[in-house]
């Protein structure tokens, strides 16, 4: 059974940094690309950042560009999402997500999503 897990969301204030984690389980990872996604209340899902199975690829939002940072350490089945100078639009469940073969940025080319992780951003 594949599992995808997030944590390390909560409650900051803008401009501060928290790192999101997703830790996989249920098969081997490494050859899959992975996602972070946030959905923030009535509003759609929208992408935040990819990185292929290899790491050596990433790709991101215009909106997290030069903010976030999408990184995995295939060794544990980990990928992360380090949010450096959070704004309060950033206030959303993020999600991680994976999937077998190149890093896309829709949302239904995942086949697998954790249970989602709150990130509130208070000015």
């Known amino acids: 059974q594949v599992l995808l897990v997030e944590s390390g969301g909560g409650l900051v204030q803008a401009g501060d940094s928290l790192r999101l984690s997703c830790a996989a389980s249920?098969?081997?990872?490494?050859?899959?690309?992975r996602a972070w996604f946030r959905q923030a209340p009535g509003k759609e899902r929208e992408f935040v950042a990819a990185?292929?199975?290899?790491?050596?690829?990433?790709f991101y939002a215009d909106s997290a560009k030069g903010r976030f940072t999408i990184s995995r350490d295939n060794a544990k089945n980990m990928v992360y999402l380090q949010m450096n100078s959070l704004k309060p639009e950033d206030t959303a469940v993020y999600y991680c997500?994976?999937?077998?073969?190149?890093?896309?940025?829709?949302?239904?080319?995942?086949?697998?999503w954790g249970q989602g992780t709150q990130v509130t951003v208070s000015s």
């Open positions: 990185i292929s199975g290899s790491g050596g690829s990433t």
């Open positions: 997500a994976a999937r077998k073969g190149t890093t896309v940025s829709k949302s239904n080319d995942y086949n697998y």
């Open positions: 249920g098969r081997t990872f490494s050859s899959y690309a």
